[in-house]
């Protein structure tokens, strides 16, 4: 049987490349979209306000919040960015994309506090919610559809075992 070079998964066919390079794209365009659009100082501002923040220290306290949440979008932009490099088929791509794609699953589960998608709700309606919603999600479809192919797969293992690591 000849197997992958180690770090390399057999799995890492050109179909899922593709579907890495595509995710990729649509992920990297809704975090720029969530961070220059939907998250600005009028919805920091209302999620303050939720929170119970007076609207003083709400007008205080969001230029700091949008700075540090357009931050944490910009570094999910280039990481999903850094998935489109999938198209090359190197390893590291696999590993980097699975690994941004985790992260990004964690927003909607508690990282982000409710009362932010509130605002962005009241002040957008429900195209407010959508690169979230497209961002996470498709953050997790990917992760899935990743883990799922490298699962079955005995190669990685054996190879790490060949080269004297443990795994």
């Known amino acids: ?28 365009v809704c975090a720029i979209l969530q961070g220059w659009l939907v998250i600005n100082d009028e919805t920091v501002e209302a999620s303050l306000r939720l929170a119970g ?4 220290e709400a007008s205080d306290e969001a230029p700091g919040l949008v700075t540090q949440f357009r931050a944490v979008l910009a570094y999910y932009a280039a990481g999903n960015s850094l998935g489109m490099l999938a198209l090359r088929g190197a390893a590291w791509t696999f590993w980097a994309t699975l690994l941004i794609n985790l992260t990004q699953i964690t927003g909607p589960l508690g990282l982000i506090p409710a009362h932010v998608y509130r605002a962005a709700f009241h002040h957008y309606g429900p195209a407010g919610l959508f690169p979230t919603v497209a961002l996470s999600g498709g953050a997790l479809v990917l992760s899935v559809a990743l883990i799922s192919r490298i699962i079955p797969l005995r190669e990685i293992w054996a190879d790490l075992r060949a080269a004297g690591m443990k795994g």
């Open 53 to 56: 923040r007076t609207a003083a």
């Open 1 to 28: 049987m000849i197997s992958a070079p180690i770090g390399i998964p057999s799995a890492w066919t050109h179909r899922v490349r593709l579907l890495t390079f595509a995710c990729s794209f649509v992920l990297a």
